[in-house]
Antibody, heavy 118, light 107 residues
Framework: EVQLVESGGGLVQPGGSLRLSCAAS????????MNWVRQAPGKGLEWVSY????????HYADSVKGRFTISRDNAKNSLYLQLNSLRTEDTAVYYC???????????WGQGALVTVSS | AIQLTQSPSSLSASVGDRVTITCRAS??????LAWYQQKPGAAPKLLIFYTSILESGVPSRFSGSGSGTDFTLTISSLQSEDFATYFCQHFNNFTPITFGQGTRLEI
């Protein structure tokens, strides 16, 4: 059974930092491109960042470029997102999601809530 | 960046109804369009990819079609478990990956 389990969410002040982790199991993690997708409370889905299977290619949404850093450790079947210079508008549930060969998000985690507030 | 606009934004329907949700792109896009279902408090679930291919395990009452700028998700006969929010998504080489704003399907 495919499982993606996010951790590391919480309450942080504006300007602060947080590191999200996503532990993968049940599929060949090292063969999958991975992403972070977020959803602000009561809002729609917003793609945040992408990392290829080998970490050779990385992309970010303009809204987080220069503040967030995606990384992965295939030996540990883990995906990470370092969130720096956080803003109130970054408040959201952050999902890790696997991008399949058909360019759709095949696998999703349960989400980690990040709340940015003073 | 390509924008995806779903219509309607919300929809009231009854069990047994046939429902169609539209996803309109701001320019002609490829067939790399997917549909997701999301229930409250849960992660999105992939229903359809490449416009019309049903994900494994998804009931056959769901179908997708379209080309160019207009794409549709159809549920042929609504079941109680289908009441949820639906999103379309398109991949265009990370410029960026875009989602529609969602369609809330209510009883």
């Amino acid at each position: 059974e495919v499982q993606l389990v996010e951790s590391g969410g919480g309450l942080v002040q504006p300007g602060g930092s947080l590191r999200l982790s996503c532990a993968a199991s049940g599929f060949t993690f090292s063969a999958y491109s991975m992403n972070w997708v977020r959803q602000a409370p009561g809002k729609g889905l917003e793609w945040v960042s992408y990392i290829s299977s080998s970490s050779s290619t990385i992309h970010y949404a303009d809204s987080v470029k220069g503040r967030f850093t995606i990384s992965r450790d295939n030996a540990k079947n883990s995906l990470y997102l370092q969130l720096n210079s956080l803003r109130t508008e970054d408040t959201a549930v952050y999902y890790c999601a696997g991008l399949g060969g058909a360019y759709s998000f095949d696998y999703w985690g349960q989400g980690a809530l990040v709340t940015v507030s003073s | 960046a390509i924008q995806l606009t779903q219509s309607p934004s919300s929809l009231s329907a009854s069990v047994g109804d046939r429902v169609t949700i539209t996803c309109r792109a701001s320019q002609v896009i490829s067939s790399a369009l997917a549909w997701y279902q999301q229930k409250p408090g849960a992660a999105p679930k992939l229903l359809i990819f490449y416009t019309s291919i049903l994900e494994s395990g998804v009931p056959s009452r769901f179908s997708g079609s379209g080309s160019g700028t207009d794409f549709t998700l159809t549920i042929s006969s609504l079941q109680s478990e289908d009441f949820a929010t639906y999103f379309c998504q398109h991949f265009n080489n990370f410029t960026p990956i875009t989602f529609g704003q969602g369609t809330r399907l209510e009883i």
